[in-house]
């Protein structure tokens, strides 16, 4: 049996850029193990599986794996897959799409649009907004794990915290660019630093004139650096909400992470806050075609 398949870079408007992603299609009969397989095949950060919505109202139902493990939710892949069914929906024209893509976090609402030949915008709404998960690292113990001095750790109000939107991630903010362009982990580091977690990962940020620049490290299972992460950009709303200085209203705030990596990806987030309390927030980026194929399985 063949199962059609398409490659994406995501948070990103051009190809060769961003985050790579796959996109089975046909999917119906897979069993989990075998999906896990696949992903392994497939060796990208995330691979997701397309599935006929339990609830006929939503376009679709996703499943999403890493090469080791199913994740309930994640940014890019959902991003990368909202711009793919869109397009599928709507291949010569240029209306917004709307709808809902259920993941194992729930329901997340989804806005895409055609932008060109094989290319679009996606922006998905939160399923869950973000919330403290434990106690940060100590200053002294990130430093030591990123091989950075004490005073480079932190920055105006910013500290270690530990955030999730349905993923958990240690956020570490570092002093300058430089700072962040010298981070290092090793297996070791890592592990001895953020392995208690039950989704190891460290986010590690800083500012960058109006924005942020980031990078995330991860075993998966050898330690790798991801160029996009939607998912610790939705963790890092919570961050934002406790150490800067936002009032009511919308706030944009542009993240670009993987230019030190040379996949360079850029990553729009959007916070509505209301009498103190972050109330939704938003993800979105582009995403275009590379590939499409075939699976023979």
């Not at 897979?30 to 691979?47: K, P, V």
């Amino acid at each position: 049996m063949t199962r059609r398949f398409v490659t994406l870079d995501v948070f990103t408007d051009r190809a060769l850029a961003g985050n790579p992603l796959a996109v089975v299609l046909d999917s119906e009969g897979i069993e989990g193990e075998r999906m896990q397989a696949i992903a392994r095949e497939f060796n990208l950060s995330e691979t997701v599986f397309v599935l006929p919505p339990q609830d006929p109202r939503h376009r679709a139902r996703l499943r999403i794996f890493t090469p080791s493990r199913e994740l309930p939710f994640a940014g890019h892949p959902t991003v990368g897959t909202a711009v793919l069914l869109g397009l599928m929906d709507q291949p010569d024209g240029s209306d917004a799409v709307a709808f809902g893509l259920e993941e194992g976090v729930g329901l997340v609402p989804c806005v895409a649009e055609r932008t060109g030949e094989g290319r679009g915008r996606a922006r998905f709404r939160l399923p869950r907004l973000p919330e403290a998960c434990g106690e940060g690292i100590d200053a002294a113990r990130a430093a030591w794990a990123l091989g950075l001095d004490l005073t480079e750790i932190g920055f105006d109000r910013h500290l270690p915290s530990r955030h999730s939107a349905g993923v958990p991630y240690d956020l570490v903010p570092v002093a300058s660019l430089d700072a962040l362009a010298r981070a290092r982990v090793s297996p070791e580091s890592f592990e001895a630093a953020f392995g208690d977690s039950s989704h190891p990962s460290v986010y590690v940020y800083a500012r960058e004139g109006r924005g942020f620049r980031a990078r995330m490290f991860f075993p998966a299972p050898d330690l790798k650096e991801d160029p996009a992460t939607g998912s610790a950009a939705a963790a890092f709303a919570g961050a934002l909400m406790g150490f800067e200085p936002l009032g009511s209203g919308e706030h944009d705030v542009l993240v670009r992470q993987g230019y030190e990596m040379g996949r360079p990806s850029d990553i729009a987030l959007q916070l509505v806050i209301r009498e103190g309390a972050l109330v939704s927030a938003e993800i979105g980026g582009g995403a275009v075609i590379v590939s499409e194929g075939r699976l023979r399985l």
